[in-house]
C-alpha cells in the first residue's frame, strides 16, 4: 500500500512538472510579444511603399508578399493546392493622380461672384472611384437620393438635377424598429442604388455627405464625385431661406421628401484611371496540427489587410486594418514558436476586398481550405488597435469557447472584457467575421472598447499616432494563449457544441 502510496506521488509530480513546463514555455512566448514587435509590423503597413493597400493594385500585392514572407520565415506554412500563400480573386480599382480640387462659388451681396476653395481633408475626401473630369453646376440637395414609389417618397419629385450636382445622405432615412419597415428601406441604401438613380435623373456630379472615404462606392464613368463634410452643407444652405439640419432632420421626422435648390454653383475636379480587371488576394498560411485526428479541426484567425489606398494623398489605415493584421501576424508568430504544436490545426487569413464589400471571407467562404464542419469557429479581428477594453461578439453560445478567452484574460491580463450572443448586430453583414458566422461558421469578432485616441475612420488622419500601443501587444498576448488552449483541449467535440 505504501509502495502504491509512493508510486502515485510520484507519477503526479511527473505530471505537475510536465503541466508546469508546457506553461513555462506558454508563458515564456507570451512575454516574448512586444508592443514595439506588434506596432513595427503595423507602422511597416502603413508605410508609403503600400500606399494604403489598395485591393486590385500591385502595392496590395506587396504588403500580401511582405506578410507572406513572414509567414515563411517563421515555418507558417501556405496550404492552398499550388503551394501559394496567395488565394487570389478578381477586384476591380481606380488609381486617382491627386486628390482633385472642390470649389464653391457663391455671390455676395453686390452680386459679384466669389471663388472659395475647399480644403482636403477638413472640407472634403476624394472619391475612390470617382469618373474623371471637371464639372462646373448648380447643386440641389435631394436627401438620401431616393425615389420610392411604394413608399410614396421621391426626393428628386420637385426639383430639376439636369445636368447639375446633388448632395446625398448616406443610409435611409427610417430609423424605427418596425421590421417589415426596415426590410422595404433597406433596398435604397446601396451607393450603387443612389449612383444609378442619380444619374437616370441626370446628374453629373455627386457631393455624399460625411467625411468618410469608401473604396467600395461604384465606379462609373459618367459620375464625378467627392465626400463633403456637414459643415460645407451648411454653408451651402446660406441664401436658401432653409436650414440645413432643420431640412434633414425633417425628412427623418416626416418621412417625406425635403429636397432644396441650392443657387450656388460647385466646381469640382478628379482625374482617374479605372482598371476592371485588378486582382487581388487573401494570404492564408496554417499551423497544421499535432495530433492525427484532432489536425483535422481549425481554428481560424483573420483581419483584412486592405485599405483605402492612395487617392492622391496617403490613407494609411492604421486603425483599420493594421491593427488587426499586426495582430494575427505577432499571435502567428508566437503560435509557430512552440515548440509542442497545438493539437488542432490554426489558419491566418489576411482577407483582401474587404473596403470592396467582404469579397474576401465571400471568397473564402466559397473556396475554403477545411470544410465548414470542421472548423472550431473564426476569430476575427477588425479595429482592434484603440482602447483598454476587450470585446468579444457573438460567442456566449459556446461556453466551452468562451472559457478559454476568459480565462486567459482572468489569469494574464485582467482587462475588461465584454461578451455577446450572436442574436445581436443582425441585418448587412458589415465585417468578415459577420459574414462567415451568416455562412454558418462560429466566427467572433474581437473588438476594443473604452477608446483612447481619436477615432478617423476611413480618412487619412488614422496614423500610427491614434493607436494605443499596450492594448496591440495585450490582444496578441490574448489571442495566443487562448487559441492555443483551445486547439489543445481535447473535452471540446466539435459535433457536439452548445448552441
Ligand atoms: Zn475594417
Not at 464653391?104 to 475626401?125: A, H, M
Not at 495530433?291 to 489606398?309: C, F, M, R, T, W
Request: glycine share 8%.
Amino acid at each position: 500500500m505504501r509502495r502504491l502510496l509512493i508510486i502515485v506521488i510520484c507519477f503526479s509530480s511527473v505530471i505537475v512538472a510536465i503541466a508546469q513546463s508546457s506553461e513555462e514555455k506558454l508563458l515564456k512566448e507570451f512575454h516574448n510579444i512586444r508592443s514595439e514587435q506588434v506596432n513595427g509590423y503595423a507602422k511597416k503597413l502603413c508605410g508609403v511603399e503600400f500606399k494604403g493597400r489598395l485591393s486590385g493594385t500591385p502595392e496590395y500585392m506587396n504588403a500580401a508578399q511582405w506578410v507572406a514572407d513572414n509567414f515563411s520565415k517563421w515555418g507558417i506554412k501556405p496550404i492552398l493546392s499550388d503551394s501559394s500563400y496567395f488565394q487570389m480573386f478578381n477586384c476591380g480599382y481606380t488609381i486617382r493622380e491627386s486628390v482633385g480640387e472642390l470649389s464653391v462659388l457663391v455671390k455676395d451681396k453686390k452680386g459679384n461672384t466669389i471663388e472659395k476653395t475647399l480644403s482636403f481633408p477638413d472640407d472634403f475626401l476624394p472619391g475612390s472611384n470617382s469618373g474623371s473630369g471637371l464639372i462646373d453646376a448648380n447643386i440641389v440637395y435631394v436627401g438620401y437620393g431616393i425615389s420610392a414609389p411604394e413608399l410614396k417618397f421621391d426626393e428628386y419629385k420637385n426639383v430639376d438635377v439636369k445636368g447639375k450636382v446633388v448632395i446625398i445622405e448616406s443610409g435611409v432615412p427610417y430609423s424605427g424598429k418596425d421590421k417589415s419597415q426596415i426590410e422595404e428601406w433597406s433596398k435604397y441604401v446601396s451607393a450603387k442604388y443612389k449612383v444609378d438613380n442619380a444619374i437616370s435623373h441626370g446628374a453629373v456630379a455627386i457631393l455624399h455627405v460625411g467625411l468618410v472615404a469608401k473604396p467600395g462606392y461604384p465606379y462609373n464613368e459618367n459620375i464625378v464625385y467627392a465626400h463633403i463634410g456637414d459643415h460645407i452643407v451648411s454653408e451651402l444652405f446660406f441664401g436658401t431661406n432653409k436650414k440645413y439640419n432643420y431640412q434633414k432632420s425633417l425628412i427623418k421626422k416626416s418621412l417625406r421628401p425635403a429636397s432644396v435648390e441650392i443657387q450656388h454653383r460647385i466646381k469640382i475636379s478628379a482625374e482617374t484611371t479605372h482598371f476592371t480587371n485588378g486582382e487581388v488576394c487573401n494570404v492564408i498560411g496554417v499551423i497544421e496540427g499535432s495530433d492525427p485526428i484532432l489536425k483535422n479541426e481549425v481554428i481560424i484567425l483573420g483581419a483584412h489587410l486592405d485599405g483605402q489606398g492612395n487617392p492622391g494623398a496617403l490613407f494609411p489605415g492604421a486603425l483599420d486594418n493594421a491593427s488587426g493584421v499586426a495582430n494575427v501576424m505577432a499571435t502567428a508568430k508566437a503560435l509557430s514558436s512552440m515548440e509542442e504544436k497545438p493539437k488542432r490545426s490554426i489558419l491566418f487569413i489576411l482577407y483582401g476586398g474587404e473596403e470592396e464589400g467582404l469579397l474576401g471571407s465571400g471568397y473564402y467562404a466559397d473556396n475554403p481550405l477545411f470544410p465548414l464542419n470542421k472548423t472550431l469557429c473564426v476569430v476575427n479581428m477588425d479595429m482592434v488597435g484603440n482602447g483598454r477594453g476587450f470585446v468579444l461578439t457573438r460567442v456566449d453560445e459556446y461556453p466551452l469557447l468562451k472559457k478559454h478567452f476568459v480565462e486567459s484574460n482572468n489569469n494574464y491580463l485582467h482587462r475588461t472584457l465584454r461578451t455577446s450572443s450572436e442574436k445581436r448586430g443582425e441585418g448587412n453583414p458589415r465585417t468578415d467575421g459577420h459574414l462567415l458566422y451568416n455562412k454558418g461558421y462560429r466566427a467572433f469578432g474581437l473588438w476594443i472598447s473604452d477608446r483612447e485616441k481619436p477615432l478617423y475612420y476611413h480618412h487619412p488622419y488614422d496614423t500610427m499616432e491614434t493607436l494605443t500601443p499596450e492594448i496591440m501587444e495585450d490582444v496578441s498576448k490574448w489571442m495566443f494563449i487562448s487559441v492555443y488552449n483551445i486547439a489543445n483541449d481535447t473535452l471540446i467535440d466539435i459535433n457536439n457544441i452548445a448552441k
